[in-house]
């Protein structure tokens, strides 16, 4: 399968600080999808993004597919932004169909 | 109006035991997955159905068996349930485009716990 390594694993921010959290991959992909698991454990959706840059309000990706990464910026964070961000990449060829998850990173963010 | 659904939302039960969760999605999707999410939160894919055909199976025991009577149902039943079992199990959908399967929407997962 396709590794999935994501950085930092944990990450502790005062509200209204901004932070970069970043995806590497281990081969190419055609689908890298950005999660926020949130406390009730509900997977939301943030970003489909195989390749260039998105923004939704306080949040942006970019992937550059080329290099095997993706970052997810998060501006002004709020406490409801507290949680686990899942970076999950769609392989090719025998891996297709499957999303590889990395192992999150886990945020939090104080008052 | 949700657009991926699982039942029952928490399930508790004693080693041995048969049980099945369930899920539907409105979204009008071809393909639907199920995924286990460990005590470490890691996520893993364990089966795939695209058209009611199973084209992923991952290296699951075969107690587990998924069931897809319709493209907008995936079931999947579990024999003899053991402490292990005990995860988060996630239904996901997505729409084929040729040789790309893309964007997956997540159900709110199914926690089991067995005793």
């Known amino acids: 399968g396709i590794q999935v390594e994501q950085s930092p694993p944990d990450l502790i921010l005062q509200e209204g600080a901004n932070s970069t959290l970043r995806c590497n991959f281990s081969?190419?992909?055609?689908?890298l999808q950005w999660f926020h698991q949130n406390p009730w454990g509900q997977l939301i959706n943030l970003f489909y993004?195989?390749?260039g840059t998105k923004q939704n309000g306080r949040l942006s990706a970019t992937t550059v597919a080329t290099e095997r990464y993706s970052l997810l910026y998060i501006s002004s964070s709020q406490t409801t932004d507290s949680g686990v961000y899942f970076c999950?990449?769609?392989?090719?060829?025998?891996?297709?169909?499957?999303?590889?998850f990395g192992r999150g990173t886990q945020l939090t963010v104080w008052p | 109006d949700t657009a991926v659904s699982q039942t029952p939302k928490y399930l508790v039960t004693q080693m041995g035991n048969d049980k099945s969760i369930k899920c539907e999605q409105n979204l009008g999707h071809d393909t639907m997955y199920w995924y286990k999410q460990d005590s470490k939160k890691f996520l893993k894919i364990m089966f795939s159905?695209?058209?009611?055909?199973?084209?992923i199976n991952e290296t699951v025991p075969n107690r587990f068996s998924p069931k897809s009577p319709d493209k907008a149902h995936l079931n999947l039943h579990i024999n003899s349930l053991e402490l292990g079992d005990s995860a988060v199990y996630f239904c996901?959908?997505?729409?084929?485009?040729?040789?790309?399967?893309?964007?997956?929407?997540f159900g709110p997962g199914t926690r089991l716990t067995v005793l």
């Open positions: 996901a959908s997505s729409q084929q485009s040729g040789r790309v399967f893309n964007e997956q929407f």
């Open positions: 993004i195989p390749s």
């Open positions: 159905y695209n058209n009611k055909e199973l084209i």
């Open positions: 999950a990449v769609g392989g090719r060829g025998s891996t297709l169909g499957r999303l590889y």
């Open positions: 081969d190419s992909v055609n689908n």
